[in-house]
């Protein structure tokens, strides 16, 4: 069989292709009535990936959220406990808070208010022990500061001895003119000799 | 946005009148695959009856529809692949599924030059298989052809070239190859 050839050639050949193409073609009528049936479907009310990543985005959102305000809550108190005295070290956090109340219902008159069970004091708590230990963090580090000036102030260096010399106090002193030339006169025989004579 | 019901009575009509020619572009588009072609349709009509492909007469209906039906099919493609991957675990479910037309044309026995054709066609690149389609099959011009393939005329040109020399280079190969086994056949059985 000659293939190469013309495009005639060519055009036989998809013609050829066309035809066993068209009986295998399935009838217009099926394929439009199920693409409106298709149509008529009501359609998925929501993608489940776009679903749950827009669940994933809200979670991290609001996550992010939460935690810059706590974080912005817990500078505030670490701001507010380095103006007011500290309490003593052996009063616990909890303690504290509950005279806080005591006192703050003392104040209110005779109505007592009483710590919710809920998210207030759960969310406190660790805020509170986090700004002790802050305060705790900032004595150390305060200390180890003046520990250290201290230090380079007394420092001297080692070689410093090996300059030290016994005569240093002759070297280093200033003799005065009057009294060393009396104390000359006596050290030189020859002139006292002449005034002798 | 949806079509007025006479608006979709006359594009109802003529898209009976080009469902043929369609089908066997869409066929071209999917691999000589008949249930892929027949669903990229039935995606396609589904789109002009819901109003996410509109017609707006920048050209030819005929074109407008080829170029929405290789669309659709590339995105269909783009989706069969990445089921595919998913069910790799069971292989049958993708491997399962035989091309009615596959069997069909086994079954109609085609000439020798036709499945020669066919499997020549097949080894070409993409865009050359389209250009050839398109101006051979479907007796397009190469600026109508471009439009569809959404090329420039002068980019469509070089691909119907291209793929015409090599078509005719590949058909001349396998007639080559065909004679020679078939000769080395005949000489075994004499022997």
Not at chain 1, 23 to 38: E, G, L, N, Y
Not at chain 2, 24 to 42: K, Y
């Amino acid at each position: 069989m000659e293939i190469i050839g013309d495009d005639k050639k060519l055009r036989a050949l998809f013609s050829e292709a066309q035809t066993v193409d068209a009986a295998a073609t399935p009838s217009f009528t099926s394929v439009w009535h199920r693409a409106q049936a298709r149509s008529l479907k009501p359609g998925r009310a929501f993608n489940l990936s776009f679903a749950l990543v827009t669940a994933l985005l809200v979670l991290t959102l609001g996550s992010l959220a939460l935690w810059s305000a706590y974080s912005h809550r817990g500078t505030v108190r670490n701001d507010a406990a380095g103006n007011h005295p500290q309490p003593a070290s052996g009063v616990q956090p909890n303690q504290q808070t509950k005279e806080e109340n005591t006192t703050a219902a003392v104040n209110t008159g005779n109505r007592p208010v009483f710590p919710v069970p809920g998210s207030i004091h759960r969310s406190v708590k660790p805020r509170v022990k986090r700004s002790s230990a802050a305060v705790e963090q900032q004595l150390v580090a305060s200390t180890k500061t003046t520990a250290r000036e201290t230090t380079i102030e007394t420092w001297q260096s080692p070689t410093s001895a090996l300059l030290t010399s016994p005569t240093d106090g002759l070297f280093k002193s200033v003799p005065q003119l009057n009294e060393n030339a009396n104390e000359m006169k006596s050290f030189l025989p020859g002139r006292s000799n002449e005034k002798e004579k | 946005m949806k079509f007025d019901p006479m608006e979709i009575a006359d594009l109802k009509a003529e898209l009976e009148r080009l469902h043929s020619a369609s089908f066997g572009w869409a066929l071209s588009c999917c691999r000589r695959d008949a249930t892929e072609a027949e669903e990229v349709l039935q995606t396609v009509y589904l789109k002009i009856l819901e109003g996410k492909a509109r017609f707006r007469g920048e050209s030819s209906l005929k074109t407008w529809l080829f170029a929405v039906i290789r669309k659709t099919a590339a995105t269909e493609y783009r989706r069969r692949l990445l089921r595919s991957f998913r069910l790799t675990a069971d292989p049958d479910e993708v491997d399962d599924r035989v091309s009615p037309f596959e069997n069909q044309s086994e079954t109609f026995e085609r000439s020798e030059a036709q499945m020669h054709f066919q499997s020549a066609l097949k080894e070409l690149p993409r865009r050359q298989r389209e250009a050839l389609h398109l101006v051979f099959y479907e007796d397009l011009s190469l600026r109508e052809a471009a439009d569809v393939m959404g090329v420039s005329i002068g980019s469509a040109r070089q691909h119907y070239e291209r793929g015409k020399k090599k078509l005719r280079e590949s058909l001349a190969r396998l007639e080559m190859g065909y004679g020679n086994n078939w000769g080395r056949q005949e000489t075994s059985r004499a022997v």
